[in-house]
């Protein structure tokens, strides 16, 4: 240990054991610490001297501090930092494992999955860091270490505090550079004061470009070697090296690595989405599989510059589009795929529950519900022959299930609010409420030919109804089961319907005919929805995959085996498949984009609180605050699960196929959901971990969620509809333990919903839109008093501080929708004692009617979910030569 060291240990004897070098870099060393307070191993980093006195150590030290509150999971944390002895120190994390320099240096390349997992997580981490305005300047393989195979971002912001400490000009003096000639953007190589994130993007670029090849981008003998080649040279083909690498993959590097900033990807989160498949094209050709594809680089120059996307925004939805990858000229026999960036598809409101997609007949556009920046559900309209998506304006509220009528003039879709049914022109506009009703069964409307819209209604769908373009209503008597309509065929005599057992969310494909009723047995195979389109059925399995197979419509048989054309679909609790078709045979899906389950603090920093990715939704904590009680769908249907904090297991509680909502009873043990596995929503009790079956308390056809207990678990306040005369959504209570009947509390001509009953049990919050426009109210349980309005500017979804003193409630604030805190004073009467926003909730995850989120038992923080990063439409155009060419044969015909 040199003299220098030891003067720095001695002067941290009460603090930090210095124990042993680990390595040395261009700005410091490394040494393995015991943090003697905590207890625990740490990286301690001493600067090296020179550098040190170059910068000045106390400039350096408050500006790394602008980095201590980067709480990531792919981030490692700073612990500390200082002056002793005049060496300056920060500590880190000490990570059991190995960098990827390490790794590379053993293995040489990785495993592309594994190379593009890496890369996402540190893609995943620098976003949050550039969200919060910081900028890493030095990403390379040294700098990512591997905790348990999984990536964690070291040393970030210490180029930053480098480069604006008052000696950050005077680096190259001490032969010394802020980053890494192989992984410098070139504006940075150049010299440029202004390092913007776009750096940072090409410097991961360049670090997953060494994972699949083998070697950096540009090397050579010497910095300015290496960046001259920056600057003058194209980096080779991923695919001339490594033909296993993906198109997409290599088009993604391609794209970061570009010279211009303004060329690159905007945002590390659509780099990693473009690594996961956003926006990229698969290696279909027209011919055969075997058919060499020219390298991105042989790709004429204007074909290049249109290969990523176009960006636009368009009321908060960024929609992309472009041919991806093209490596053969536009031509009608040649399948492609396209892709569509949508954020906030699955947002407030509960789409995610509903039908979020449709195409028109021509196949030329595709429509899809999103979410705006003010959090209202927004129905967008993508031509595919345009750079921009345009939303639909429609009069009636939160839209979901658009069916297109065959025309293209018109379309249905549903207020997932009001439980209405609206027939509007495609281009928008107030339309017509139609004599139907949206229930929570989730009804599938169906066009047929003559303009005929068909749907079923009823407990379990099962009656057929017809209503004709005049809004001539017919119900037809006979019950034909369990059923949801898919489609009506060519002809206008026969429709696809799904026959379910109840409460599951895949069932039989059968035909239907629509003059006797009579079924017939289509496929044996577990199916959660079909279309037909082209001379095939497309159709989604339980796991997720999008078959096709061929169909002959006429003779009504298939005629050949199942391919599949896509993975991963999105599915819905209620037994929906977010895809579409159109005649044409273009087919448009939404991925599933797994969701982070997370813990927000006051400040809005996030932590996640499991390593899982699920569809999370309705996340609340148990009355000891030791376990998290959330649901999500997986291939065997939607149940809810339990989070054990101390041990961060997930365990299933429900085995419905469809529990969710779920709220805890007072006491902690036992813990009610809602299923509709009878036919009708249905409250249902069960203990976590017990392998008795679920207690009914109270089915109802105007029950639509579970509800908050009172205390002592006399009665639950809940939500309903058509309570009351003409009343839409209304607050309800279900007295007698929860076993009804179902009675109104706040009901009127308005929606009323979102309950939140104070912890002492004598006040009711809610929301409703009585004033035109959704506001958070609070009144007394019992119903007489004066009603107090507490949100100003909008707002929804309120939760009670643990003591009753505090209200959070979602607001629009200047067209951006925040989490909200209302300070309130009870007595001598109530009102709001002041208003204070906390931060953005944009992007976490809202629904309907209920909280998607809970106050932490210490009320220092939230647990919310965060949705993903970005969000996609997948367009698959030419279904037939697609079917075609996967089963290596020429395309089938129509």
Known sequence: MTDAIARLSAALADRYAIEHELGAGGMATVYLAHDVRHDRKVALKVLRPELSAILGGERFLHEIKTTANLQHPHILSLFDSGEADGLVY????????ESLRDRLTRDKQLPVEEAVRIAREVADALQYAHQHGIVHRDIKPENILLHGGHAQVADFGIALAASRSEGGTRMTETGMSLGTPQYMAPEQAMGDREVTAKADIYALGCVLYEALSGEAPFTGPTPQAIVARIMTEQPRSLASQRHTVPAHVEDAVMMALEKLPADRFASAAEFAAALGGAGTEARWHGGTAAQALSPRTALPPNRRAALPWVLTLVAGVAAVWGWLRPRVPADPAHPSRLAILASGLGGSGGPSLQRQIALTPDGRSVLFVSVAATGANVLFRQ????????????????VANPVVAPDGRWLVVSDVQTLRIWRVPIEGGAGAQ????????G????WDGRGNLWTTVGAGNRHLVRLTPDDSLTEFPEPIGEARLMQVLQGDETALVLIR????????????????????????????????????LVYALGDGSLMAVPFDVRRHRVTGN???????????????????VAPNGTVAYIPEEPRSLVFVD???????????????????FSPDGRRLSVDFTSSDGRDVWILALDQGTLSRATFDRDGHDATWMPDGRLLTYISAKTGFIGIYRTRPGSAEPAESLLTSPNLSYTGQWLRGGSAVVTTGNGLRGNSLLDVAIVRNAGRGPIEPLVASQFTEHYPAVSPDGRWLAYASNQSGQEQVYLQPLGGSGDILQVSLTGGNEPVWSRDGRSLYYRAVNGG????????LRMSPEPGVVSRRSLFSAGDYVGTQPHANYDVTPDGRGFVMVRRSTATRVMVIQNLPALVGLLRGTPAAGR
């Open 562 to 580: 199942p391919v599949t054309i896509a993975t991963g679909v999105s599915l819905t609790g209620t037994g929906l498949a977010q895809f579409a």
């Open 501 to 536: 057992a109840a409460g599951t969310a895949t069932g039989t494909l059968q035909l239907l005919d629509l003059d006797t009723r009579r079924l017939t047995g289509l496929m044996n195979v577990p199916v959660v929805e079909a279309r037909y389109a082209a001379g095939h």
């Open 816 to 823: 951006q929708v925040e989490l909200t805190e209302a300070v």
């Open 602 to 620: 006051r400040a809005g920093v996030a932590r996640e609180a499991t390593a899982e990715r699920r569809n999370f939704h309705a996340p609340q």
């Open 443 to 446: 009804s599938q409307s169906a």
């Open 90 to 97: 920060y500590v880190m994390p000490y990570v059991e494992g």
């Open 434 to 441: 139609l004599p139907l009703s949206y229930t929570a069964g």
């Open 383 to 398: 031509s595919l022959d345009a750079t921009q998506a345009v939303p639909i304006p429609i009069a009636s509220g939160a």
